[in-house]
């Protein structure tokens, strides 16, 4: 236990590790991919650009949400960490919506538009159950007609946006307790191994790398994910910076003041 450790999933730590997109780029696209690849969705290339945005040190000023937008070529990727219950769907599609119509010139043809915009992903880091009755943590969502085909499918209106929303309680639950017992196995998805360090930090209280030390199943993964190795490298390099404390701390006092409001 490491009092001093900082917590993975807040904003200062987020907006630390993946800003610089010449430092975390690798990192980004790993994580992105990890989450793709559970949904059974291609992936991203390489990241060219990588922008926090808006990130507030008060929680109570924005609904408790962190996000980064990366641009891998000719797509766009949102991933969102939220603590508040909101509207997480209808706010991806507003989102994705926007993209649609920076792409769009006047007099252009819905089809014309959808083809040659990037594709939107944004990933929810959910920390509360959206929906108690889904068995499994992570839900993609597609944007799909109302009306089913003949044979009773619903059919996909657009392979250009995408919503994927990850219920971490429910990965704590469901799958943390058999997994931090498993050796390593390539066949294991790795969103499972980056939810599984992040998780265990986040309830420990205890650094990255640390937590990836205790674990020859993490210490595996992170020898063969680059992205993952330059996260946990990377959570380490900022754990020494004077100004990612204090604006951890500054977030520390509005999760105390969030909390308070709660009770």
Avoid at 54 to 73: C, M, Q, T, W
Avoid at 112 to 135: K, Q
Wanted: with cysteine; aromatic share 8%; proline share 5%.
């Amino acid at each position: 236990m490491n009092a001093g450790a900082m917590n993975p999933f807040s904003d200062p730590i987020m907006e630390a590790v993946f800003a610089n997109k010449d430092v975390a780029g690798l990192a980004a696209q790993s994580l992105i991919n990890a989450v793709l690849s559970e949904a059974g969705d291609p992936f991203i290339g390489e990241i060219v650009q990588l922008t926090p945005q808006k990130v507030a040190s008060n929680p109570l000023g924005r609904g408790y949400r962190f996000d980064i937008e990366a641009r891998a070529r000719h797509e766009v990727a949102d991933i969102e960490i939220q603590f508040r219950i909101i509207k997480m769907n209808e706010r991806g599609m507003l989102y994705a919506v926007s993209i649609l119509k920076d792409s769009a010139e006047r007099g252009a043809s819905l089809e014309s538009v959808i083809e040659a915009m990037p594709r939107v992903i944004v990933i929810n880091m959910l920390h509360f159950n959206l929906r108690p009755g889904h068995g499994d943590f992570c839900q993609p969502v597609d944007l799909a007609y109302r009306k089913p085909t003949a044979d009773g499918s619903q059919e996909r209106a657009s392979d250009r946006m995408a919503i994927y929303n990850i219920e971490i309680k429910k990965f704590e639950k469901q799958v943390m307790p058999s997994l931090e017992k498993m050796p390593y196995s390539a066949e294991t998805p790795a969103l499972h191994y980056w939810l599984l360090a992040l998780c265990k930090s986040q309830r420990e209280k205890a650094p990255i790398e640390e937590v990836v030390a205790m674990s020859e199943a993490l210490t595996e993964f992170a020898r063969r994910d680059a992205g993952f190795s330059q996260y946990a490298e990377r959570y380490e390099k900022i754990s020494s910076d004077e100004n990612v404390r204090r604006m951890y701390n500054i977030w520390t006092e509005g999760m105390s003041a969030l909390d308070q409001a709660r009770a």
